[in-house]
Structure formats: structure tokens, C-alpha cells
């Protein structure tokens, strides 16, 4: 959840650091730092609470001041230099528990992203041992670890004894005074690549810190570590063992576009998805050949598949959720989602005839990514369907599926769904024609309702988009609590606007499946808590979730309904309605993605909040 970048080479780096951190603030940003080893060999640093602004703010508030000596100790620019953002996890966001973390003397610095599960033991002996320590974070035991192993042991050997001793996740780089040359780049689950220049090497916690200076890409394989010098670097695994692991060419190039004029990245991204949705089709139609390659299953394989599972987190198990009704409806699979979380800590069974799909737009989320080595460790079939092409679950799943969401900067998810939900609609499609269950007219359909759905997801905005602005967010952004219900696919669908509301807005939503209402959740209904209801296109579940809206208005509640055209009845009913006109029933959910996530943006926008950036969040959760 946090990002790491360093440089080795010619040039004074300081710049390019911050640069590359701050393409990265999506994966933390409370807290920053950045530590060289400047012209005169020595350690020189900055942290801060706050993001890349408040760094720089700070770097230019210690040059103009007294602090800068004349012999240029302190000067804080060098050409072998680590930098950070954070997101706290040990420790409140501070000053101090900002990263670089030092050692006693201040002639090491450390920055990590992940998780020293072990620091509290290796603290306290640590302490006894008589070291000083300052913040409160996991990281400083790293440094005070490094100190005492760089005593007495080689730099190779002082690495292998620090790794030893750490439990959990990480992804450091680590400079010191003793040795002025060297960066040293550790990796264990947590992600970390290489950008090899002719002249110069970065290391970050992902490529897009250093896509424009170099497409030649090494991404360290876990549990190893790398020592640079200059333009050198050798690379080890825990058992001290020199490995080699492969320069590929980086060929997933997202220059940041801006906002494009839009106040916030989350505005910008719920209008592209009907761009979106037009570049997954075709992708997927027009690069067939390539993208079976990709997949890696055979259609000897897919026609014996007997059951599909779909593990993921936050919005991606959502689509993964509404991707269950594609595959059984339409290629007749037993489907079932997992969260990732859970899946990872259950009993393990291996299914047989099981292909599991773990669904992540970062292609990073530790949780996801766990549950992919554990099906890879027992042999199981997996396929990665990630939105970054150079992610972990791309290159450790047997086979990958790219959606074309382009880069998503808002933490909350909006672009990468619709993406998802398009591809897994068109996979389902392609499972269908594999068991010879449809034929490749019914593929060409499924492409045009596509089509259509992303026509209508826009279009629903433009046809609401100023009653939202001036009446209706106005109205319901003094509510406190909401309910929203779904039922059959549409359940999935509230789970996910659901998430929407209380990521950007912080407003609490309990989502329940609308048949589970008389089981509980019924007490709860009044007029001070609205009721989101999403409905169906299946004759009988709409017949079901009309009952269910009766019960509301029946206990005085106040109901806002994202109805089809045609259900007079529902949309009778409802205090607030938004109408959309009929689809095939299963795209329901993507024709009313644009619109609710427009009304939820509006509603935080009112109150308020960062929307891009809301509170205690980061973009790609690499911790667990
Ligand atoms: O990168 P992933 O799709 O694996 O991320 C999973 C969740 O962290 C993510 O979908 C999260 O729930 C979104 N911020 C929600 O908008």
C-alpha cells in the first residue's frame, strides 16, 4: 500500500524520485520521504506527513532556510537515492513514522512497502540490545537489524542475515553511509521491478514510476534481493545464490493523461466507460488468436470444465459475483465467487475439472494474489483477469485476460468493473461456443448488446445528470444511513454501488438481498433511512423485488429505485426513480453503472470529500 522508487546512475536523482513517487501516490499517500547519499558521501533526507506536494513544500521550505551547511553536508541531492509514500499501517501518519526509517546512527535509511509481522518481538530485543528507536512503525527494526549485521558481515551476506530474521511482506531499499555506491532492493511478496537504462537503474514498487525512461524491465522474483552499483546489479535469492532472472521489454505504456478538464479522476473515468466497453470488445473479437494463446486453456479443457470459481476483493469479487450469472445462464457452468480473504484461510479442497479466475483490476492485491499461489502450489488451473499487463497475477497465472480499462487513478473503482463485467460477459460467450451450447452469430449478438449497454450507461447519465446535480444528490446528501437491495444479479450490483457510497462519500449502507428483508432487516426500515432498490429483468424475480418494495412503503419507508421502463408497478412506487430501458437482463447491472456512480460522486462532492483519494484507502491493497 505503499510505493517505493530508487535510482543508481549519473544524474542527481532527487527530481526524477519525487516524479516517479508521485505517478505512485495512488498506492498510498499520507505520509513521504526521501533520503540520498549526496556529494560528500553522506546520508542526507526529508520526510513529511503528507503526499509529494507536501515534500516538495518542505524541501523548498529546508533550502531557502539556515539549515543547509556550507561544506554541502546536508545538500539533499545525490545519484544513488530511495524515496516513499505511505500508507499507515504501524503507526499514525506522522512526521516521524513517515519513511526513510533510520538506524542509531542515521547512516542507514530504509523505506518498505508490506508488513514486518514480527517487529514487536525483534523491537524489544532490538532494545535490550540498546538500540534507540523513534517512530512507531514495523520498518525501523529493518534499519537496526542492517546496522548491527553491516558490522561484522560483507553486504551480500549482511542481506541474507536481515531476511532471515523478518516475517510478513516486503518490498525495501535500503542505502548507507558505509557503503555510498550500493542501493540495495529486497523483495518478498510485496512488488518490485527494475528499469534498466543504458546509464542508470530505478527500482520501484511498479514500472509506471519509470516509463518514460526506460521500456527494459526486470521484476524480481520473490524471496530475492539485489545489490546496484552504478549500472551493475547482481541479483540473489534467500539462498544467497546468484539468479538471473529476464529483461523483458515493458510494453504496458499509460502516460497520464490528466483530468481532461473534469474536476476529479473519478468523473473523468465514469465517462470513458462506454469507451471502455467499445475497446473490450474489440480487443477481445479482434485479437482472438492472441488472446487464447494468452488464456492458455485448450478447448479440449474448456469443454471438460465442470466448475468455474472467481476469487477476488472489493469491486473486482463483485464483478465476479455478477460474472457467476453469465457463466451459468450462458455456458451452463456451475459458478461460484470467493473473496479472497476468505478463500485463502479456508480448508482447501482441489476441485477437479476446475478453472478458477482470480479477478483484480491492480493484478497486485496481496489477498488475491495469495489465493493464486495456493491454487498454483496444488497444481489447480488459474487464469489472471487484471487490468495491468506487467502485474504479479499476470506473470504467475497459467494464463491471463487483459480488460482495456486503460489506467484507473480514483481509488474507487468505476472504469476497471464496467471492464471486467464486459469481459466476463464475452468469456461466458466464448465457453458457450467452445461446449457447442451457441453458435458464433450468438457471440456477434453479445458483442452488439454490449454495444448497446455502454450506449445506454451514458446516455442514462445525460438523461439524469442535472436533476441529480440540482435536486436529487442535494435531497439525499443529508442522509446519514441508506439501505440499498438487489436480488438475482441485481443484489451483486447493490453490493457494489453500495461500496461506491460509503468509499467516497463515507456514508454507512447495509446492502441486503431484498428476499432476506422479513429475516431482520425490516425493523429497520423508517422514513430517516432511504431505500436503494435495483431491479431485475427476469419476469419472476421483478414480480419478487416489486413485493419486497411494497413491504418497504407498507412500514412508511422512503424508496429510490433504479427501475426498467416497463415496470410501471415498481416505478409507481417509487419517491425517486430512475428509468432505463430494457436490455438483455443479464447486462442490467452494467446499463445502471454509470448512473450510480454518478449520483453517489455528486452526493460526495456535495459533502465534501476527497473523492479520488478518500480517506484511510490506497488504489492497490499489497498488504494483507
Ligand atoms: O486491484 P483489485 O481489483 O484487486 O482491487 C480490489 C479492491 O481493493 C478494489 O476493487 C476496491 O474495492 C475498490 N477501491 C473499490 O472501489
Known amino acids: ?5 530508487g535510482y543508481s546512475g549519473p544524474r542527481l536523482c532527487r527530481q526524477m524520485i519525487l516524479e516517479g513517487l508521485s505517478r505512485l501516490e ?12 549526496n556529494a560528500t558521501s553522506k546520508l542526507a533526507s526529508v520526510k513529511t506527513q503528507g503526499g509529494i506536494q507536501q515534500l516538495n513544500l518542505k524541501i523548498a521550505t529546508q533550502e531557502m532556510g539556515v539549515s543547509i551547511s556550507s561544506s554541502g553536508e546536508n545538500n539533499l541531492d545525490g545519484t544513488l ?33 508490506g508488513i514486518i509481522e514480527n517487529f514487536v518481538l525483534l523491537k524489544e530485543k532490538l532494545q535490550l540490545a540498546g538500540h534507540h528507536f523513534v517512530s512507531q512503525t514495523d520498518t525501523e527494526v529493518v534499519a537496526h537489524l542492517f546496522e548491527d549485521e553491516i558490522k561484522t558481515k560483507s553486504l551480500e551476506k549482511a542481506v541474507l542475515s536481515v531476511v532471515t530474521k523478518l ?9 548507507s553511509e558505509k557503503y ?39 521484476f524480481l522474483p520473490d524471496e530475492s534481493f539485489v545489490l546496484i552499483s552504478g549500472t551493475d546489479y547482481h541479483v540473489y535469492n534467500y539462498f544467497g545464490e546468484r539468479i538471473y532472472p529476464p529483461v523483458q521489454k515493458n510494453t504496458c505504456i499509460w502516460l497520464s493523461e490528466g483530468k481532461s478538464g473534469y474536476e476529479h479522476y473519478m468523473l473523468k473515468e465514469i465517462y470513458e466507460q462506454k469507451r471502455v466497453i467499445i475497446d473490450t470488445v474489440n480487443f477481445l473479437r479482434g485479437n482472438t488468436a492472441a488472446v487464447m494463446q494468452q488464456l492458455n486453456i485448450s478447448p479440449e479443457t474448456v469443454q471438460d470444465i465442470q466448475n468455474i470459481h472467481f476469487i477476488g476483493c472489493g469491486t473486482s469479487w463483485h464483478a465476479g459475483l455478477i460474472g457467476e450469472y453469465f457463466m451459468q445462464e450462458i455456458a451452463q457452468v456451475a459458478t461460484q465467487s470467493f473473496l479472497a480473504s476468505e478463500f485463502r484461510y479456508k480448508k482447501f479442497f482441489s476441485y477437479p475439472r476446475t478453472l478458477t479466475i482470480i479477478i483484480s483490476q491492480s493484478g497486485e492485491t496481496a489477498d488475491s494474489l495469495e489465493a493464486l499461489r495456493l491454487l498454483s502450489a496444488s497444481k489447480q488451473p488459474t487464469v489472471a483477469l487484471a487490468n495491468v499487463a506487467s502485474s504479479s497475477m499476470v506473470r504467475e497465472a497459467d494464463g491471463f485476460l487483459l480488460t482495456q480499462a486503460g489506467q484507473e487513478i480514483a481509488v474507487a473503482s468505476t472504469k476497471a468493473f464496467t471492464s ?30 454490449l454495444f448497446v449497454a455502454g450506449e ?12 441529480i446535480v440540482a435536486r436529487i444528490a442535494p435531497y439525499y446528501a443529508k442522509y446519514k444511513n441508506f439501505i440499498f437491495l438487489g436480488r438475482h ?14 468509499e467516497i462519500a463515507y456514508i454507512f449502507v447495509d446492502c441486503y438481498p431484498a428476499g432476506e428483508l422479513k429475516h431482520g432487516p425490516l425493523a429497520l426500515i423508517d422514513a430517516q433511512t432511504p431505500v436503494v432498490l435495483f431491479s431485475c429483468l427476469d419476469e419472476v424475480i421483478y414480480k419478487k423485488l416489486y413485493g419486497n418494495a411494497q413491504e418497504v412503503k407498507a412500514r412508511s419507508g422512503h424508496l429510490i429505485v433504479f427501475a426498467f421502463e416497463h415496470q410501471k408497478d415498481l416505478i409507481a412506487l417509487a419517491d425517486t426513480v430512475f428509468i432505463f430501458p430494457k436490455v438483455n437482463p443479464l447486462l442490467a447491472p452494467l446499463v445502471m453503472t454509470g448512473l450510480v456512480q454518478f449520483f453517489v460522486y455528486q452526493i460526495a462532492l456535495l459533502l465534501e470529500r476527497p473523492i479520488d483519494r478518500p480517506r484511510n484507502l490506497a488504489k492497490s491493497v499489497t498488504v494483507e
Open 420 to 449: 471486467q463485467i464486459a469481459a466476463l460477459y464475452i468469456f461466458a460467450h466464448w465457453v458457450a461456443h467452445s461446449k457447442g451450447l451457441i453458435t458464433n452469430k450468438a457471440i456477434a449478438r453479445a458483442h452488439e448488446e
Open 456 to 467: 445506454i450507461l451514458e446516455n442514462s447519465i445525460e438523461r439524469y445528470k442535472f436533476d
Open 26 to 37: 495512488y498506492r498510498g499517500y499520507d505520509s513521504s520521504g526521501f533520503a540520498c547519499i
Open 489 to 502: 444479479i441485481s443484489f451483486p450490483f447493490a453490493l457494489e454501488a453500495a461500496l461506491k457510497l460509503k
Open 167 to 175: 516475517q510478513g511482506a516486503y518490498a525495501l531499499l535500503i542505502i
Open 180 to 218: 555510498p555506491d550500493y542501493l540495495i532492493a529486497v523483495r518478498k511478496s510485496s512488488p518490485l521491478c527494475l528499469g534498466v537504462a543504458d546509464k542508470e537503474i530505478f527500482v520501484a514498487s511498479d514500472v509506471t514510476a519509470f516509463t518514460d525512461k526506460t521500456d527494459q524491465v526486470v
Open 81 to 113: 537515492a530511495i524515496g516513499h509514500t505511505r500508507w499507515s499501517t504501524h503507526g499514525v501518519s506522522t512526521d516521524t513514522n513517515a519513511h526513510p526509517h533510520f538506524d542509531c546512527h542515521k547512516s542507514i535509511a530504509v523505506v518498505h512497502n
Open 1 to 5: 500500500m505503499c510505493s517505493v522508487v
